[in-house]
């Protein structure tokens, strides 16, 4: 008797932490962590956004106030961030880590991750920062365009430059035409 009392109080306990934690919403929850370790910062014209070791902070300019944090619970990769870069297009965040890249789009409070190895640059081009993002990674540059993240796995390896020259990545060829990419 004592053995099988002992096992349904084990079970209770077990059951327990199930139920807790299906029951807060995730605007009820607090993470009580130490941001103070920034390892990358990057601003738009309305958020200012600083990747710590503990997760990601957002402070709304207009409002002048902070967003709720933004952790590994939320999807946020364990991998150390080497930088950061706002996308001008919608002021979410693009992270740069040592595992492959990540983006985070505020308004749907989504994070998505496309592994891929270390991702040591970002940027967008200057005169048309809506056609995407350039990534280096050791294979050199790529461009990731607009929607190409969600489900692709893998970066698009096709940069058309402005006089019609394309330069295509094939398995590991390189090659440079004056045809445009297909898709």
């Given at each position: 008797?004592?053995?099988?009392?002992?096992?349904?109080?084990?079970?209770?306990?077990a059951?327990?932490?199930?139920?807790?934690?299906?029951?807060?919403?995730?605007?009820?929850?607090?993470?009580?962590?130490?941001?103070s370790?920034?390892?990358?910062?990057?601003?738009?014209?309305?958020?200012?956004?600083?990747?710590?070791?503990?997760?990601?902070?957002?402070?709304?300019?207009?409002?002048?106030?902070?967003?709720l944090?933004v952790?590994?619970?939320?999807?946020?990769?364990?991998?150390?961030?080497?930088?950061?870069?706002?996308?001008?297009?919608?002021?979410?965040?693009?992270?740069?880590?040592?595992?492959?890249?990540?983006?985070?789009?505020?308004?749907?409070?989504q994070?998505d991750?496309?592994?891929?190895?270390?991702?040591?640059?970002?940027?967008?081009?200057?005169?048309?920062?809506?056609?995407?993002?350039?990534v280096?990674?050791?294979?050199?540059?790529e461009?990731?365009?607009?929607?190409?993240?969600?489900?692709?796995?893998?970066?698009?390896s096709?940069?058309?430059?402005?006089?019609?020259?394309?330069?295509r990545?094939?398995?590991?060829?390189?090659?440079?035409?004056?045809?445009?990419?297909?898709?």
């Open positions: 008797m004592t053995g099988e009392c002992s096992a349904i109080i084990v079970g209770l306990f059951v327990a932490p199930l139920q807790a934690q299906s029951r807060w919403r995730p605007d009820e929850r607090v993470v009580i962590s130490d941001f370790h920034v390892q990358a910062v990057a601003a738009g014209p309305s958020v200012v956004y600083a990747a710590t070791t503990e997760g990601l902070i957002v402070y709304d300019r207009r409002f002048k106030r902070w967003d944090p952790t590994r619970q939320d999807g946020l990769p364990d991998a150390p961030v080497r930088l950061s870069l706002t996308d001008p297009a919608d002021e979410s965040l693009w992270l740069a880590t040592d595992a492959g890249l990540a983006h985070y789009s505020r308004q749907l409070h994070v991750v496309l592994p891929g190895g270390p991702v040591s640059d970002l940027m967008f081009d200057r005169d048309d920062p809506i056609r995407g993002l350039f280096r990674t050791d294979r050199g540059w461009m990731l365009g607009r929607g190409q993240m969600m489900g692709s796995g893998c970066l698009c096709c940069v058309q430059f402005s006089g019609g020259a394309s330069l990545e094939t398995g590991l060829k390189v090659l440079i035409s004056s045809s445009p990419c297909l898709p």
